[in-house]
């Protein structure tokens, strides 16, 4: 069984940073594209930030300069350095990938971290 766990979510004051990291666990062969989606309230979700395996990135316009998508191969984990951070930002952040288990490449999905950004 694979899973995605993210963390370092919490509350944060306009202007201040945080950053996320999304773990992988179980026998995983290889992670494809990971991607950090977030939820506001009452709104869709939507796609913040992707990184392909071999560390191609692309941002959404509303995060582009304040985001940074990292990830460490070895660690089997993604991060999401969140700088800026704007009230806009609030959100449930979930990280999303496909990974291979053996001979069997799934998507997957994280239950999500929480980010409130308010004074």
């Known amino acids: 069984q694979v899973q995605l766990v993210e963390s370092g979510g919490g509350l944060v004051q306009p202007g201040g940073s945080l950053r996320l990291s999304c773990a992988a666990s179980?026998?995983?062969?290889?992670?494809?594209?990971v991607h950090w989606y977030r939820q506001a309230p009452g709104k869709q979700r939507e796609v913040a930030a992707s990184?392909?395996?071999?560390?191609?990135?692309n941002y959404a316009d509303s995060v582009k300069g304040r985001f940074t998508i990292s990830r460490d191969n070895a660690k089997n984990t993604v991060y999401l350095q969140m700088d800026s951070l704007k009230p806009e930002d609030t959100a449930v952040y979930y990280c999303?990938?496909?990974?291979?288990?053996?001979?069997?490449?799934?998507?997957?999905w994280g239950p999500g971290t929480q980010v409130t950004v308010s004074s």
């Open positions: 999303n990938a496909d990974v291979q288990r053996g001979l069997v490449r799934r998507n997957y």
């Open positions: 990184i392909t395996r071999e560390g191609s990135t």
């Open positions: 179980g026998s995983i062969v290889s992670i494809y594209t």
